[in-house]
């Protein structure tokens, strides 16, 4: 089937211009602009006057709680909501139960998302202090990165064994994607909140504990091993100015500099100010906070510091937040919304949009090396959305499609709507209906091609 779709605004590869692009079967065939005359015999034509045509975005960070935790989220209800929020890929964690940390556990992964996911996918392998050995065994061209939780609650996943911590950046095949909180300072923070404010102290205190001095720390430690063993290093969701600090010395590398860094939309939305209203909601790792530090990140998407924009989407069950530090979950769910939210950035004048299709579709696609997706080019995959400036909507519980059923958004009103999300060709969400049929593809990697 071949697709016309004409009269849009398409923005890619740092251009912004009228055009249109025509599909046939899963792939891009041509991307015409305003005087190219289109095609004949097209078997649709789509008429995207007043909206923006874009590549489908790559959420590399998510949570999608399959295996083990499917009460709070699946890879079916989460990637319903990624098509609704135009993502048209999503790489998944590995602190699942069982985690994917042997390759019969990704092995499984993948044959689920297969059966279930209603976008692209791909599985990051997790690090632990004793499974080093597995790493010759991967297949480089299956996933994007091994992920390093150098601070985490996660069981066995927190790597703390140094001569371990030194082996996984020494041998790693892939990108490391770590998670930096420096866990003996968080501890000490812990005890000392407790025994200041009780057993569960106030959220408004989590940013005291999960601190910027735990922050630094750690992401410091892992660019200094990154720079030692010639590792490929992206930080995850950094929260603080200090840690951006870090990444000066690599800024002008070239395309993809050795070491690179993520911000996810909860630190670049929220500051500590939020936790009196949204409580236990906006509760994460790392914590949200001050305001001088969203600010910081803001600034950072547009010098070079910040490589990519992903969400951390980590559902959990509204009785799981109740508590305090101590005891309610950290994480929320945002896949749906993070391209609304960083194109209402391009409103307030934060960044524009040619950069954020370079953040959420670009540069993912740049750094894992993803085959064919990423950019609107002929012969990539049909991977697209279409969204329309100036169509308020608000955010409420029956527009939410994560599993979870809440956002810490709710009430929030946007002015940028996704009309539709292509994916592989095919229209997974359109004009306000969801097609259920329609599944996604295992992501292709050319690391070494």
């Not at 005087?35 to 649709?44: I, N, Y």
């Not at 990704?106 to 690090?127: C, E, I, M, P, T």
Request: charged share 20%.
């Amino acid at each position: 089937m071949k697709t016309l779709i004409t009269n849009a605004t398409v923005v890619n590869e740092g251009r912004t211009f009228q055009g249109a692009v025509v599909i046939d079967g899963d792939r891009i065939a041509q991307i015409l602009d305003a005087d190219t005359p289109a095609p004949p015999h097209c078997d649709e034509t789509i008429n995207a006057t007043g909206c923006y045509l874009l590549p489908g975005v790559i959420d590399s960070h998510v949570h999608f709680r399959e295996p083990g935790l499917t009460a709070k989220a699946d890879i079916a209800s989460e990637s319903r909501a990624a098509a609704y929020g135009g993502v048209t890929t999503f790489f998944d964690m590995p602190n699942t139960v069982p985690q994917t940390t042997t390759l019969e556990a990704l092995d499984d992964k993948f044959q689920r998302a297969a059966h279930d996911s209603h976008v692209n996918y791909s599985f990051f392998f997790g690090a632990t202090n004793d499974n080093i050995h597995l790493f010759p065994q991967l297949d480089i061209h299956r996933i994007p990165g091994i992920k390093l939780f150098m601070g985490s609650s996660t069981g066995n996943m927190l790597v703390d064994k140094r001569e371990s911590l030194q082996a996984v950046f020494e041998h790693s095949p892939l990108p490391l994607m770590a998670h930096c909180e420096d866990t003996n300072l968080i501890n000490q923070a812990m005890a000392a909140a407790k025994q200041r404010y009780g057993d569960d102290p106030d959220v408004t205190h989590h940013p005291e504990i999960r601190s910027e001095e735990a922050c630094r720390a750690s992401s410091a430690l892992a660019v200094a091993l990154a720079g030692k063993y010639h590792a490929r290093l992206h930080l995850a969701h950094l929260t603080t100015a200090s840690e951006l600090d870090l990444l000066k010395p690599y800024l002008g590398e070239g395309a993809m500099p050795q070491i690179t860094a993520e911000a996810v939309i909860a630190h670049l939305f929220f500051t500590d100010d939020d936790y009196t209203t949204l409580g236990t909601r906006i509760k994460c790792n790392p914590a949200v906070k001050r305001a001088a530090d969203r600010d910081a990140l803001r600034r950072a998407l547009t010098d070079g510091r910040i490589t990519t924009v992903a969400t951390d989407h980590a559902p959990h069950l509204l009785s799981d937040k109740e508590g305090g530090c101590a005891r309610a979950a950290s994480g929320m769910p945002m896949v749906q919304f993070s391209l609304p939210a960083m194109l209402e950035l391009t409103d307030t004048g934060v960044l524009p949009i040619e950069r954020v299709v370079q953040l959420m579709c670009h540069q993912p696609a740049r750094l894992f090396d993803v085959a064919e997706r990423g950019f609107l080019r002929p012969g990539y995959k049909a991977d697209l959305v279409l969204v329309r400036p100036n169509a308020p909507w608000t955010v409420t519980p029956d527009l939410i499609q994560s599993k979870c059923g809440w956002s810490p958004l709710e009430g929030h009103t946007f002015r940028w709507r996704v009309e539709a999300t292509f994916c592989n060709g095919q229209a997974v969400w359109r004009n306000g209906i969801f097609n259920p049929q329609v599944r996604g593809e295992e992501v292709r990697f050319r690391i070494g091609d």
